[in-house]
């Protein structure tokens, strides 16, 4: 049974909440899906539609303001939900590889939109990585940017820009789409996961299992015993 999540889906979130999410709650927000999704690739279940849509708030939005350290807060932010499109995916000495192109193609790994085999883990982690940058920028990556003085309009389809691998950081970058240190203060550990998502898997795109054993994932949820059911999870129960 689903737990009620009476903060909507993250996409309202990034759309109107977008104060409420500050580095630190991205953070811990991040954690927690990479956690929630290696323990779907644990019992070797990928699924393919890793979205904003698909991941609901636990709490009122408004109840973010309320809670003074997000990575010691004891009940988990959010929840990844619909697994309408997931997949069992064959264990070794099988291939892993799918062939199936599903999900929504706003967040679809290049090989999807080519029609190449591939992982679904490795491709939920590339769509961790388009939701994240959404998140901190309140636009999806392969969307065109704003204009903005000095910088060069882009024309070219978002599918094409996918293929190619091709974003840039748009609020924090600077007229060429590179990082800013200074517009991006606070968000450097963010910057850094989605850099290592949002590649080719051939360029050394990053896997869940890598990202979890790093301090900015590990150190996100701080709190003494782990994450404990939230408090309405067991009178859900009774219903």
């Not at 609901?56 to 303001?65: F, G």
């Not at 939109?113 to 999806?140: C, F, H, M, N």
């Amino acid at each position: 049974m689903l737990n009620y999540c009476p903060g909507g889906d993250l996409f309202d979130l990034a759309s109107q909440w977008r104060e409420l999410l500050t580095p630190t709650v991205v953070r811990r927000m991040f954690s927690e899906l990479v956690g929630a999704t290696r323990y779907l690739h644990s019992l070797w279940i990928v699924h393919r539609d890793i979205k904003l849509e698909n991941v609901l708030l636990n709490m009122p939005a408004a109840a973010l303001r309320e809670i003074s350290d997000p990575l010691t807060y004891p009940y988990p932010l959010i929840t990844l939900t619909d697994l309408g499109l997931s997949r069992k995916i064959p264990q070794p000495p099988e291939s892993p590889l799918l062939t199936t192109r599903c999900g929504s193609e706003d967040y679809a790994a290049p090989e999807i939109l080519l029609g190449q085999p591939y992982d679904g883990r490795s491709t939920d982690a590339w769509a961790i990585g388009v939701l994240t940058y959404a998140l901190i920028e309140g636009k999806l990556p392969f969307d065109p940017p704003p204009p903005r003085p000095g910088r060069k309009t882009i024309r070219s389809k978002a599918s094409h820009r996918v293929a190619r691998c091709e974003w840039i950081w748009s609020d924090y970058g600077d007229e060429d789409g590179e990082w800013d240190d200074k517009l991006g203060a606070g968000w450097e550990g963010a910057r850094d996961v989605v850099d290592s998502l949002l590649k080719k898997v051939n360029r050394g795109r990053v896997t869940l299992d890598m990202l979890a054993s790093q301090p900015y994932v590990k150190e996100a949820i701080a709190c003494e015993g782990g994450l404990q059911r939230p408090p309405h999870a067991d009178d859900d129960e009774d219903l």
